[in-house]
């Protein structure tokens, strides 16, 4: 039974990964940090099957320890500030998680489990203000965030230890991936929570911020599966991961709004408080080497994701 230690797994990306992983027959071990209370609502139902252990990112004693013990065979490091506009004003806490994070985390596999392949979550971020439209494994980084300056240290710092010390070390590129699961924080999950509440009567208006900008949106649970893949390769190869479609956030509103039977018109005010201080305006991926080289293809469309999504949060505020 192959064994697999994932940070991050009470985000989305963990629980869907996480899944992924014991349907595989893995042994799934999830690593969070030791706070007053835990949030494990998106892994409540897997905690019977996977075992949690307690480390910190900031702390490199911790995370050594950790893999020491564990001596997993696949390492998936999903665990990052990873809200953008949280970066604007935390930047330093971004840096030291998103950033530093990473390199203490490979810095504990090269001492403690060398031979362990892992994963490191890249973002498109990275691209920012794109210099070439679709973006590739071979366009040029201009990040536009200090999250997306941070994600750029840990995929660099991951190809470092690459090539510095022979670590199966790989960066995926994930454009932008949503679920239900999605935090409550992010553009996506907050259209269609509130095209539900609308709908519900528990809410007026939804206030937004820039309709214009596009994103290469796909399902997270489509995209945990690229991640498996990557580590199953006999070399270690960095991927981007998307779509290779794009829409832009009035889209994502309309495609909400409509589902519920809803004029998005009505309901959504412009707000220039919601406007990043640097915008990134078109992010679209070209996943043709992924597609071609490891077979895999996203299974969810753009409408179905959000239609899925809005289900959700209807069932989540329907009366009960």
């Known amino acids: 039974m192959p064994r697999a230690l994932i940070t991050g797994i009470t985000g989305q990306d963990g629980s869907y990964l996480a899944e992924h992983l014991l349907a595989k027959g893995y042994e799934v071990i999830g690593m969070v940090r030791r706070t007053s209370h835990h949030s494990y609502e998106r892994i409540e139902h897997l905690i019977p099957r996977i075992r949690i252990v307690a480390a910190d990112l900031l702390d490199q004693h911790s995370l050594t320890m950790v893999l020491q013990e564990a001596q997993p065979d696949e390492i998936y490091n999903l665990a990052a500030q990873s809200f953008v506009p949280t970066s604007f004003t935390q930047p330093v806490l971004t840096g030291e998680f998103t950033a530093l994070g990473v390199t203490r985390i490979l810095e504990a596999v090269r001492l403690a489990c060398p031979t362990a392949r892992f994963y490191q979550a890249s973002s498109s971020e990275m691209f920012g203000k794109v210099v070439a439209t679709p973006q590739n494994e071979t366009t040029p980084f201009y990040p536009r965030s200090p999250y997306g300056v941070a994600k750029l240290y840990g995929h660099w710092i991951t190809v470092n230890y690459r090539e510095s010390y022979g670590l199966y070390a790989v960066s995926g590129i994930l454009f932008n991936h949503e679920s239900p699961r999605r935090g409550m924080e992010f553009v996506t999950r907050k259209v269609t929570d509130a095209a539900a509440r609308i709908k519900l009567g528990l809410a007026t208006e939804l206030r937004m911020g820039n309709l214009d900008a596009k994103r290469d949106w796909g399902f997270a649970g489509d995209y945990v599966d690229a991640m498996w893949r990557m580590l199953q390769q006999p070399t270690p190869q960095d ?82």
């Open 239 to 320: 991927y981007v991961v998307g779509t290779g479609a794009t829409h832009s956030v009035e889209q994502l509103v309309s495609v909400a709004f409509e589902h519920v039977g809803l004029d998005w018109r009505k309901h959504v005010v412009v707000d220039p408080q919601f406007y990043r201080p640097a915008e990134v305006d078109l992010l679209i991926a070209d996943p043709s080497r992924i597609t071609s080289e490891l077979g895999w293809k996203p299974g969810v469309s753009f409408d179905g994701l959000v239609k899925m999504m809005v289900d959700a949060d209807l069932g989540r505020h329907a009366p009960k």
